[in-house]
Structures are given as structure tokens and as C-alpha cells.
């Protein structure tokens, strides 16, 4: 998660990062301190089964040039596997 304001973004790495997803624009998951409680993880999952995503990167084992659909099908399967 990176947590600049002006640069928000949730990346999320399966399988030794063979399978990668940069979310852009994720709302703040952290407290007044930074930190990601508990309940900001639940509300970062609940964010992440969302239908689609604005997707700044994505990889697929050495497939580095997806295009959209391919994307949303990629965040589709992780997000499966995380849930």
C-alpha cells in the first residue's frame, strides 16, 4: 500500500509476484496514525471485491503487456483467491 495522497495506490502480489496488480486511487485504509487496523484491512478487501478498477500495472507471470479486459480478468482471479 502506498500512502502518499497525492500517489494512493494497493498493489497486490500472488505466487512469488508472478501474478501483480497496482490499484490506483484507493481510499485511506490507515487511522490518524498511519497505521492499517483490523477493520482497514476488512474495508480494503470489501474495496477490492468492487466490480472495476482503474489498473496502473498488472503482470501475469512474464506477461507484462495485458490489456484492460485481460487486466479486470487478472484482478478478478486474485481477488477470488484472496477471499
Known amino acids: ?3 502518499k495522497d497525492e500517489d494512493r495506490r494497493l498493489v497486490i502480489a500472488l505466487k512469488n509476484y508472478a501474478k501483480l496488480i497496482h490499484l490506483s486511487s484507493p481510499p485511506k485504509f490507515e487511522n490518524d496514525q498511519g497505521i492499517i487496523t483490523k477493520s482497514g484491512i476488512n474495508r480494503m478487501i470489501k474495496w477490492c ?5 482503474l489498473i496502473q500495472y498488472a503482470r501475469d507471470r ?11 480478468v487478472l484482478v478478478t482471479e486474485i481477488i477470488k483467491m484472496i477471499s
Do not use: A, I, T
Open 1 to 3: 500500500m502506498q500512502q
Open 49 to 53: 471485491k468492487q466490480d472495476r478498477h
Open 62 to 72: 512474464n506477461n507484462f503487456n495485458l490489456d484492460d479486459e485481460e487486466k479486470q
